[in-house]
């Protein structure tokens, strides 16, 4: 298991790793114990999918490309890959509009 292969997993069998290459290709990898009990292991994986769909863990994806950049000498490009990461939240999030804008005060039951 690449948790007893890589440091940085160690102490973390349950795992969802997302690998893309420079074309948006991507990969995902699930994985967990083989001796997980059946309900841990799927509480658990639902549970990261979750928080990682909800967006949950943002700052621990942060500090980790932060550490990433540090340790390779690129602060500059880590802090672009958080600057450009904003920018493009930002935009999705300005291009959602739950309710019309007259919809916003009007009672429940009324019309368009």
């Known amino acids: 298991m690449a948790a007893s292969e890589d440091p940085a997993l160690a102490g973390h069998p349950f795992q969802v790793i997302f690998a893309t290459d420079d074309k948006d290709n991507v990969r995902v990898t699930v994985r967990w114990p083989d001796d997980a009990p059946p309900a841990q292991a799927v509480r658990t994986i639902a549970s990261m999918l979750h928080h990682i769909a909800a967006g949950h863990w943002k700052p621990p994806m942060i500090a980790s490309v932060k550490k990433q950049g540090t340790e390779c000498k690129q ?36 019309g368009q």
Do not use: S
């Not at 920018?87 to 005060?105: E, L």
């Open 75 to 110: 602060a500059d490009v880590a802090g672009e890959i958080l600057r450009e990461w904003g920018q493009a939240t930002q935009v999705q999030v300005a291009d959602r509009i739950c309710v019309p804008p007259r919809q916003v005060f009007a009672r429940q039951g009324q």
